[in-house]
């Protein structure tokens, strides 16, 4: 299911983006 991977991947980067603001 591509939109299941897309979905997926998205939220891995999201959490990537999100740390990246904590730790600033």
């Given at each position: 299911n591509r939109a299941k991977g897309?979905?997926?991947f998205i939220?891995?980067?999201g959490?990537?983006?999100t740390e990246n603001m904590i730790h600033q």
């Open positions: 897309t979905e997926v939220g891995a980067l959490r990537s983006v």
